[in-house]
């Protein structure tokens, strides 16, 4: 079973830059971040899911299109954890944050419950 945690600011301001956290506890090796794929997901309010980054056990890294200019993602295997960074913040970049693992099938088996961020004034 693999458990993920995002933590971030909750409110950040236009033209600042968004850092999230994803910690990853749990599996069955000593090397969970590097032995799995992990992705980032997010959720507009009234909107459905959209995907943002991706990176994978041997650390190679892919991004959506539309987000690919302004984004970043990252892995601390000492701290089990991986990072999103997104610059350049609108309000159209409020949302709810998922980190996700992503299984074997390239599909999103586990998640985490997801942090509220809103780009406000």
């Known amino acids: 079973q693999v458990q993920l945690q995002e933590s971030g600011p909750g409110l950040v301001k236009p033209s600042q830059t968004l850092s999230l956290t994803c910690i990853v506890s749990g599996g069955s090796s000593g090397s969970i971040i590097t032995d799995n794929n992990w992705s980032w997901i997010r959720q507009p309010p009234g909107k459905g899911l959209e995907w943002i980054a991706y990176?994978?056990?041997?650390?190679?890294?892919y991004y959506s299109p539309s987000l690919k200019s302004r984004t970043s993602i990252s892995r601390d295997t000492s701290k089990n954890h991986f990072t999103l960074q997104l610059t350049s913040l609108t309000p159209e970049d409020t949302a709810v944050y998922y980190c996700t693992r992503v299984g074997d099938s390239h599909d999103m088996d586990y998640w985490g419950q997801g942090t509220q961020v809103t780009v406000s004034l």
């Open positions: 990176i994978t056990s041997s650390g190679s890294t």
